[in-house]
């Protein structure tokens, strides 16, 4: 009972070390937890040390005030700072509006899957959401008559053939060949995987009706692959005498690639697939389940890229397939992949699911309260006013009626009837729902714009990313309107400043020269070589590469000139390349070997800089005596080295 008791104190001294105030500026405060998440965030490489710490939290004193000034003077309410922001909102809001949770899980879900290709035959008796309720019950029967016969040990492909709607059942027998994680509609899918192999599923409802499926074989996952085709056509009604024609001409092509012959080159002078000619004969990547199953086989079964097939046949025509590349499934579970695998599901059907889940999550944060049952009463007032006819006086209801509330704001019913209205434009939104299935669209879809509207109040992430952009705004146009406009237009201050601290602004040992930077060594070497000819024109050179070589020219320090030094007058300087790929190299006009002073113009970039600081200092003094700052040194101690 001690140990609890005490583990239980410990666990209130962190939880209040890490909620108490820090700083305190006027009569506002930084929280020793605001400060360790800047501090985390702007120090990744930094090791947290009492030092570090006390040099961050001055930065971030001197951050904290000049924001406040910046608010004091309502630089936050100019309609410039009001665009950005909301601009910024609008770019960020959308990664804030899904359920990351449910996105995570069916992200892992459909790594799991991902691993086998499953081989699938299927029965399907229509019976559509929308279908009468004798329809239905036809349907049902049917699909149970199936089930019996199919504990009866009857084959499967035969029942199909029986029973399924497939208008291709009496050709595949119900085989839908190999699928994979994504080819199916979610449902479908799910059953799929969690079917044993050789077994059957029970009966399963989908919106179009009910199916049976039996998993027929699995097999690790084949992955993606990328091939080129050289596609020999011939007319769909062709006879034996044209397919012979054409097969020969197909070998002929597969013979002189043998030897050698240019593939792409052949595929645009040959190839009649509309599609891929022009491109070399080059397809989008493809995984199981895109083409003709003999088609796919002989795609897979090449070894390795490069890799040119026997001539196939399909009913379309001859193929001869090269392999470019292969892309196999991922074995490890780590975030690249499972990224990749959200994003896939943020593109599925299956999105819908998570949808789901966010608008629950929404309408129990926003407090979601219904107002009005909606029941036959309401469809039947709903039905009225959509066919332009009167409502029954008894139903209660008018289009002022409140319907239900969303955080502060309330929804009338003539809101859902205006909603209704506007459905109606686009009929497959709604066929095979019902008013209760539309209700629910309609509830997700303003519980969706009120959140988004008030994310800020609802998600402290989103707000957080929002103010840290809105007060590096307001920093930026105070320091504009305090600071650096300023100390650029004091052109008197300026030179009064560099007198007095002339001493600070002298060269150091350098030389006069043309710094050259190009995108690679080979551009480098190539702009070396021809500088080398006539260095006196290297503006109209440079000029030549259209953008692709930065120059500039003056006086440098040592420091600032890449290559080995020191180098004489009318050398170029060693290649330096840079860790983005790119080289550096200078050209020497003149070398100086000693110390010497600047002039007020070569000094005049620097003293606005140190002129800037000095002016800075000056204000954050003001400032803290306008905003008196305290630090807390008892909470300090308590930051974790």
């Known amino acids: 009972m001690k140990n609890i008791v005490l583990i239980f104190l410990l666990s209130l001294c962190s939880y209040s070390f890490y909620g108490q105030t820090l700083v305190t500026y006027g009569n506002k405060s930084i929280s020793r937890s605001e400060f360790l998440i800047a501090f985390r965030k702007n120090n990744t490489k930094t090791k947290a040390t009492e030092k570090a710490y006390r040099d961050y939290l001055n930065l971030y004193i001197r951050y904290r005030l000049k924001v406040q000034a910046a608010e004091d003077l309502k630089l936050d309410t100019l309609s410039g700072q009001l665009t950005e922001l909301k601009n910024f909102k609008s770019q960020i809001v959308d990664q804030y509006m899904n359920d990351e949770l449910s996105l995570n899980q069916m992200a892992k879900e459909a790594f799991v899957r991902s691993q086998y290709d499953l081989r699938i035959s299927y029965i399907f008796v229509a019976a559509p959401k929308n279908a009468s309720p004798e329809d239905t019950l036809k349907a049902w029967n049917k699909i149970q008559e199936a089930y019996s016969a199919l504990k009866k040990n009857k084959d499967f492909g035969e029942t199909a053939v029986l029973y399924s709607g497939d208008p291709y059942v009496k050709e595949n027998h119900g085989d839908l060949d190999y699928i994979t994680v994504f080819d199916l509609p979610y449902a479908m899918e799910t059953v799929a995987y969690n079917t044993p192999l050789g077994k059957f599923s029970p009966v399963f409802r989908t919106n179009g009706g009910y199916i049976i499926l039996k ?3 699995q097999r690790p996952a084949a992955g993606l692959i990328r091939i080129a085709q050289i596609l020999i056509i011939f007319p769909f009604d062709a006879n034996e005498a044209e397919r012979i024609n054409t097969r020969i001409r197909a070998d002929s092509i597969y013979e002189a690639l043998k030897h050698g012959a240019d593939f792409g080159k052949l595929a645009r002078k040959y190839s009649g697939d509309n599609l891929s000619y022009q491109l070399d004969g080059v397809l989008p990547e493809f995984g199981i389940g895109k083409y003709v199953q003999g088609f796919e086989d002989a795609a897979f079964n090449l070894k390795k890229d490069g890799d040119i097939s026997q001539v196939y046949e399909s009913p379309f025509g001859f193929h001869i397939i090269k392999r470019i590349a292969r892309d196999p499934v991922s074995h490890v579970a780590n975030q690249k992949t499972l990224d990749k695998l959200k994003e896939k599901v943020k593109s599925d059907a299956r999105v819908s699911l998570s949808r789901q889940q966010m608008t629950q999550t929404i309408l129990k944060q926003t407090q979601y309260k219904q107002l009005l049952q909606p029941d036959q009463r309401l469809w039947d007032f709903t039905d009225s006013l959509l066919q332009n006819k009167t409502p029954a006086s008894h139903a209660g209801i008018t289009e002022q009626t409140l319907l239900f509330q969303i955080g502060d704001k309330k929804y009338t019913v003539g809101e859902w009837i205006s909603y209704r209205r506007s459905v109606r434009l686009t009929p497959n939104l709604i066929n095979g729902k019902t008013d209760s299935d539309i209700m629910d669209m309609y509830r997700q879809m303003v519980a969706f714009e009120y959140y988004r509207d008030h994310l800020e109040k609802y998600n402290p992430a989103f707000a957080a990313q929002v103010n840290e952009f809105r007060d590096g705004n307001l920093l930026f146009e105070i320091m504009q309107r305090e600071i650096w406009n300023k100390a650029a237009a004091d052109s008197a201050g300026l030179r009064k400043y560099y007198d ?19 995108p690679n060594a080979n551009a480098a070497a190539k702009l070396q070589s021809e500088l080398s000819k006539n260095t006196g024109s290297w503006r109209k050179t440079v000029d030549d590469y259209a953008g692709q070589i930065h120059a500039d020219s003056g006086r440098f320090e ?3 000139i890449p290559g080995n030094l020191p180098v004489a007058a009318g050398r170029f300087t060693s290649l330096i390349t840079n860790p ?8 020497i006009i003149r070398q100086y070997n000693s110390p010497a002073p600047r002039t007020y113009d070569e000094a005049r970039g620097l003293v606005i800089n140190d002129y800037q600081t000095e002016m800075e200092n000056k204000w ?7 905003y008196p700052v305290k630090v807390n040194e008892v909470v300090f101690k308590t930051l974790p080295k």
């Open 215 to 217: 998993k027929t074989g």
């Open 500 to 518: 007095a601290n002339e001493k600070n602004y002298w060269w150091k040992p350098g030389a006069e020269a043309i710094l050259f930077n190009a």
């Open 558 to 560: 040592l420091k600032q």
């Open 580 to 587: 983005d790929k790119t080289v550096q190299f200078a050209y």
């Open 620 to 626: 954050i003094l003001e400032l803290e005596k306008k």
